[in-house]
DNA sequence: TCTGGGGTCCTAGGACCC
DNA sequence: TCTGGGGTCCTAGGACCC
């Protein structure tokens, strides 16, 4: 917690539906309710309007519709929502070079990395109000609340306070009275399961925390959780603005308007969603090691599972393949309402760390990385397939090479210069044995899937 | 007519290595 | 021969956020 109140946060009123109003006059003063307008569709945003009939984010839209038929209820226009975002993210660099996106119309600002040098509580009022009047200007009248405070937990506690369109600042040395009375789940990190928990402590505000020892909140929150709920009760928030983060999975996900049971529709799902993640990796450049599967049963249990690849890939024909072994592995008769893929474990080609030892102490060649000389073993029994492109070479892929011989079949898990690890299909369970072959060895055979 | 999609972080157990 | 601790990686699930 700093001592001067340096850190901004902006949060855009109702972002999507305002977004649908400004565009679309006959919306304006009418409920407006933007999300999922299929059967089994939440509700993203609600309008003011929407709001007064209870209808808010998260809630099933079928639900939305009892609560408020008259209500416009649309799909959303994402386009038209990055373009406002990008022009108040602008506004917001104007501040300081150091602004932390949080969503779409969210938004950190380290005003001490800007050119800002008065902090007094009336200054930054001040300047939460230029930079308010800016937004509305710029972005054909959608208005927002800024929160200004010691920390970032301030800063966001002060923009929801000011809600709508307002601006709060919250003076250093008034931290701790001022989330004394809020409810205990307004501190970032307690939401319905830690709020049960802490409830069946006594604890209904932020100030019931403080009775609490330390110890008791670890013991029953957990070490991460228990922590960072008793150093938040008090205010205590050293948490950076942070500019950059660097994705860590990307996934895609579909929920059906029914239930899929049969395997060839949801392999059919797979193979849309893989190729989408694949793409989406292409297009920022990384590579991923892990594959991971994700299903939400119809009573809405999830179940994921995931396999991490010797080298990491690209490529939708992998990932597709490792995602559909994955689901081999997973009974699917009653059936699942949600199936998605997701890819993480990221890399950049060609960087040093893609070589790893193998078991024999040599260099061998990650499946990503640049083919090195390996004078242990300089002769890969295979030429590189033409149609695998060169980073590949020489080119067994996981999961595309398939591997048979009196043992059974298996496809390729994993591949180095002078290796191939194969692992077997067994019939009822997945990962089956695996089994790692010289490239010279007469008793692998590869062919591709 | 039941409850999205895209993420992040944490926990816990097992394998494996030193 | 037995015991054992620490560290890392992987996997599965859960909580949470916008």
Not at 283 to 303: C, M, Q
Request: aromatic fraction near 6%; glycine fraction near 8%; charge should be negative.
């Amino acid at each position: 917690m700093r001592s001067a109140a340096s850190i901004l946060h902006l949060d855009l009123d109702a972002f999507f539906a305002a977004v649908e109003q400004r565009d679309k006059p006959s919306l304006r003063g009418k409920p407006v309710v933007v999300g999922g307008v299929g059967p089994r569709g939440v509700v993203s945003t609600a309008s003011y309007e929407a709001r007064v009939f209870g209808v808010h984010s998260a809630m099933p839209t079928h639900e939305a519709r009892r609560l408020c038929p008259n209500a416009a209820f649309l799909a959303g226009r994402f386009r038209a929502y990055r373009a406002s975002s990008a022009i108040v993210m602008g506004l917001l660099h104007e501040l300081s070079p150091l602004v932390e996106p949080l969503s779409l119309d969210e938004a950190f600002v380290d005003l001490a990395a800007g050119p800002t040098t008065d902090f007094s509580p009336d200054a930054v009022r001040a300047l939460a109000d230029g930079l308010r009047a800016r937004v509305h200007e710029r972005t054909g009248g959608l208005t927002a609340s800024v929160g200004i405070g010691s920390s970032k937990f301030i800063a966001k506690v002060a923009s929801e306070l000011a809600k709508p369109d307002g601006v709060r600042v919250v003076e250093p040395g008034t931290e701790a009275d001022t989330i004394a009375d809020l409810p205990a789940r307004a501190i970032p990190g307690v939401g319905p399961a830690t709020m049960e928990r802490l409830a069946r402590l006594g604890v209904r505000t932020v100030a019931d925390i403080r009775g609490l020892s330390h110890g008791e909140l670890v013991r029953e929150l957990g070490r991460a959780s228990g922590e960072w709920v008793h150093a938040l009760a008090f205010a205590r928030d050293e948490r950076p603005v942070v500019a950059e983060r660097e994705a860590k999975s990307i996934s895609v996900e579909d929920t059906f308007e029914t239930d899929i049971t049969d395997r060839a529709e949801l392999d059919a799902v797979i193979d849309r969603d893989a190729r989408i993640v694949a793409e989406r990796l292409a297009r920022s450049g990384l590579f991923a090691r892990t594959v991971t599967l994700k299903a939400k049963r119809p009573d809405f249990t999830i179940l994921s599972r995931s396999l991490t690849l010797n080298g990491a890939t690209d490529r939708p024909e992998v990932i597709i393949r490792v995602a559909r072994g994955l689901l081999d592995g997973v009974p699917i008769e009653t059936g699942f309402r949600l199936l998605g893929v997701g890819v993480a474990n990221f890399t950049e080609a060609a960087q040093e760390e893609l070589f790893e030892p193998d078991a024999a102490g040599a260099v061998v060649q990650s499946v990503t990385g640049t083919e090195i000389p390996d004078t242990a073993n300089p002769t890969p029994t295979r030429d590189a397939d033409p149609t695998i492109r060169p980073r590949w070479r020489p080119g067994f892929l996981p999961g595309v090479d398939v591997h048979h011989d009196e043992h059974g079949a298996g496809w390729v898990w994993g591949s180095g210069l002078g290796r191939v690890t194969v692992r077997f299909e067994t019939a009822d369970t997945v990962p089956g044995p695996v089994r790692t072959f010289s490239t010279d060895d007469p008793a692998l055979h590869l062919t591709e899937a």
